[in-house]
C-alpha cells in the first residue's frame, strides 16, 4: 500500500486561504468518504483537524474545511494566521489488508 | 482529562524485542479500538496496527506483519505492542492513538480516524 500523494509544501501570507490536495486511489480515497486530517507542530503529536472528509471535531476552528472530488481529497485553510504553520497530513480508510493510509504529509508556511 | 502516555521505547539492537505500552485514562477504554502509528526521525506518519475494543479484530501493517503483535488489556485500560525481529527502518517516534468515535445507550459507532493521540516513545534500533 503506497502513501497518498500530498505536495510536499504550500504557503500562504496572513489572512488568504490555501488547499493541501491529498492524492490516492479508488480503493482509499475514491472509494470511501473516510478521509482525515491531521496537523502537527514541531516535537508535538498530530491533532484531528478533520474526519469522514469534511467532519471537524469539537474545538478545531471553522477556517478548516474539508472536500472529495474522485481519487483526490482536499483540506483548505481559509484566514491563514501563524499558529497554523505546521506539518498537515491525510489519511484514508483502504480496502487493502493494511486498514489505514498516511498522505505524504505537507509543510504550511506562513509567509 | 482524556490521555494517553506511552512508556518502554529505547536503544536496541538489530534483531532484538522491545514492548511498547499505552496507558489510557479519562475515557471508557474498553469502548474504543486503539492504534500504533509511528514517525521515523524527520519523515510521515505511518499507521502501523489497529485492534478492536474486544481485541477481535486486528490489523497489521505489511512492514510489520509477522514481527510486531499488537493486544490490549481492557481491565488495567492498556495497549501493547511486542516488537520482535527489530530492525533499523524501525527506528521511529511510536504513538498509540484512539480510534474517534461515540456510544450511545445502545450502541457505538466509530469513524475511521485517531482523535486522541499520546506524545510517543522514541524507539532507536541500532547497533
Known amino acids: 500500500q503506497s502513501a497518498l500523494t500530498q505536495p510536499a509544501s504550500v504557503s500562504g501570507s496572513p489572512g488568504q486561504s490555501i488547499t493541501i490536495s491529498c492524492t490516492g486511489t479508488?480503493?482509499?480515497?475514491?472509494?470511501?468518504?473516510?478521509v482525515s486530517w491531521y496537523q502537527q507542530h514541531p516535537g508535538k503529536a498530530p491533532k484531528l483537524m478533520i474526519y469522514d472528509v469534511s467532519n471537524r471535531p469539537s474545538g478545531v476552528s471553522n477556517r478548516f474545511s474539508g472536500s472529495k472530488s474522485g481519487n483526490t481529497a482536499s483540506l483548505t485553510i481559509s484566514g491563514l494566521q501563524a499558529e497554523d504553520e505546521a506539518d498537515y497530513y491525510c489519511?484514508?480508510?483502504?480496502?487493502?489488508?493494511?486498514?489505514?493510509?498516511f498522505g505524504t504529509g505537507t509543510k504550511v508556511t506562513v509567509l | 482529562e482524556v490521555q494517553l502516555v506511552e512508556s518502554g521505547g529505547g536503544l536496541v539492537k538489530p534483531g532484538g524485542s522491545l514492548r511498547l505500552s499505552c496507558a489510557a485514562s479519562?475515557?471508557?477504554?474498553?469502548?474504543?479500538?486503539m492504534n500504533w502509528v509511528r514517525q521515523a526521525p524527520g519523515k510521515g506518519l505511518e499507521w502501523v496496527s489497529s485492534?478492536?475494543?474486544?481485541?477481535?479484530?486486528?490489523y497489521y501493517a505489511d512492514s510489520v506483519k509477522g514481527r510486531f503483535t499488537i493486544s490490549r488489556d481492557n481491565a488495567k485500560n492498556s495497549l501493547y505492542l511486542q516488537m520482535n525481529s527489530l530492525r533499523a527502518e524501525d527506528t521511529a517516534v511510536y504513538y498509540c492513538?484512539?480510534?474517534?468515535?461515540?456510544?450511545?445507550?445502545?450502541?457505538?459507532?466509530?469513524?475511521?480516524?485517531?482523535?486522541?493521540w499520546g506524545q510517543g516513545t522514541m524507539v532507536t534500533v541500532s547497533s
Open positions: 479519562g475515557f471508557t477504554f474498553s469502548s474504543y479500538s
Open positions: 485492534i478492536s475494543s474486544s481485541s477481535s479484530y486486528i
Open positions: 489519511s484514508s480508510y483502504t480496502s487493502s489488508s493494511t486498514l489505514h493510509v
Open positions: 479508488s480503493s482509499d480515497v475514491g472509494g470511501y468518504n473516510y
Open positions: 492513538a484512539r480510534t474517534a468515535g461515540y456510544c450511545s445507550s445502545t450502541s457505538c459507532y466509530e469513524f475511521h480516524a485517531f482523535d486522541i
